[in-house]
């Protein structure tokens, strides 16, 4: 079956215009991940969903930053005002909930972000 | 900071050798978890160990947990030129529902 997937695979932006990146989890998972992945750097953490909500924001890095999820399936990060900083490469995953995280991630091949 | 951190940061060896690699964690966790990245892809999940487990075996890997060290290792057996990747070891904090923290990952390169 497909995998996580992830649109635009590549996206070039000027600094200060906002971005759209989408995220296509596994029919059925229903915890959908954000993570970023800056160069040469582990994953950091944004956000993640259970369903439509977000039990846990704590990653978001600021304001600029936010995300949806609808039905249950399709997500949107969402940056502001991008900045130079927010260069990196953004990774979406989704898994099956079961109790206390006992469920691997599957990972999407993310989106390489630009910010000039 | 990372919770957790993966020992060595880069390890080269030669094809049909074996690869050790090893993770350090800071506080109780529920499960740790192996994941690999070839370049330019996503992260793949090699294999998951739970807290009350200390070795679990799939094909060619071997993972091993000591929670009173608070560390697991990775070992590769027979590694092949196709093993070339990074690792990285994500943890799931205990009450921390399903967040996994990722560390910094090694790289390994297999040389043929």
Redesign the interface.
Known sequence: GAGVSQSPSNKVTEKGKDVELRCDPISGHTALYWYRQSLGQGLEFLIYFQGNSAPDKSGLPSDRFSAERTGGSVSTLTIQRTQQEDSAVYLCASSLIYRQGNSPLHFGNGTRLTVT | S?QGEEDPQALSIQEGENATMNCSYKTSI??L?W?RQNS??????LI?I?SNEREKHSGRLRVTLDTSKKSSSLLITASRAADTASY?C?T?LLG??????????ITLSVRP
């Open positions: 990372q529920n499960n978890q994941y330019g892809r996503g992260l793949v999940h998951l739970r990285f994500a799931v921390a529902n399903s967040k996994l923290t990722f560390g910094k990952g």
